[in-house]
T-cell receptor, first 111, second 109 residues
Framework: EAGVTQFPSHSVIEKGQTVTLRCDPI?????LYWYRRVMGKEIKFLLH????????ESGMPNNRFLAERTGGTYSTLKVQPAELEDSGVYFC?????????FGQGTRLTVV | SQQGEEDPQALSIQEGENATMNCSYK?????LQWYRQNSGRGLVHLIL?????REKHSGRLRVTLDTSKKSSSLLITASRAADTASYFC?????????FGAGTRLTVKP
């Protein structure tokens, strides 16, 4: 069974540009989470989808971040325009019940 | 806000020694999970302990949970250089996980 897949694995963009991160959860998992880890600090929750609905987006830092989950399948996280402080590793996870499965993350570098 | 809080923030030991990391949380949970992150890589799920369990073992890992103190500990026995990583606890309250800041473990060969 395929795990959680994130794309790209690494992205380097200039300040002011737009980047879209994608997450493909494990098939059948209703819950999808986005997290990020900035500068080796703690892993921070961004938001939680249940199917296509945003259950909790309290962790989204500002309106430059937009997450969608089309048809309750894959999800995208768009950062527009990117700022230097957005650099970090963005993790996606999916779960059916209590155990979450994480992707390998997308390392975003904003220069 | 963050839920889990790990301590110590950093731990350095010699290969073969045991490593103990602690995690505290604030609200009621259904279960608590420990994860490892190797530098630059994704999170790896290590072990899950449910709120009605007190102790759980998996290979060289031993996890305890004290719901009265809202704390958990992760013990890695006979550590290896490959155990060098950051370790996080995550609490799962109502299917909504929160992570702590992590403990950076360095195992010296």
């Amino acid at each position: 069974e395929a795990g959680v897949t994130q794309f790209p694995s690494h992205s380097v963009i200039e300040k002011g540009q737009t980047v879209t991160l994608r997450c493909d959860p494990i098939s059948g998992h209703d819950n999808l989470y986005w997290y990020r880890r900035v500068m080796g600090k703690e892993i921070k929750f961004l938001l939680h989808f249940v199917k296509e609905s945003k259950q909790d987006e309290s962790g989204m830092p500002n309106n430059r971040f937009l997450a969608e989950r089309t048809g309750g399948t894959y999800s995208t996280l768009k950062v527009q325009p990117a700022e230097l402080e957005d650099s970090g590793v963005y993790f996606c996870a999916s779960s059916m019940n209590t155990e979450a499965f994480f992707g390998q993350g997308t390392r975003l570098t904003v220069v | 806000s963050q839920q889990g809080e790990e301590d110590p923030q950093a731990l350095s030991i010699q290969e073969g020694e045991n490593a103990t990391m602690n995690c505290s949380y604030k609200t009621s949970i259904n279960n608590l999970q420990w994860y490892r992150q190797n530098s630059g890589r994704g999170l790896v799920h290590l072990i899950l302990i449910r709120s009605n369990e007190r102790e759980k073992h998996s290979g060289r890992l031993r996890v305890t949970l004290d719901t009265s103190k809202k704390s958990s500990s992760l013990l890695i026995t006979a550590s290896r250089a490959a155990d060098t990583a950051s370790y996080f606890c995550a609490t799962d309250g109502f299917n909504d996980m929160r992570f702590g800041a992590g403990t950076r473990l360095t195992v010296k060969p």
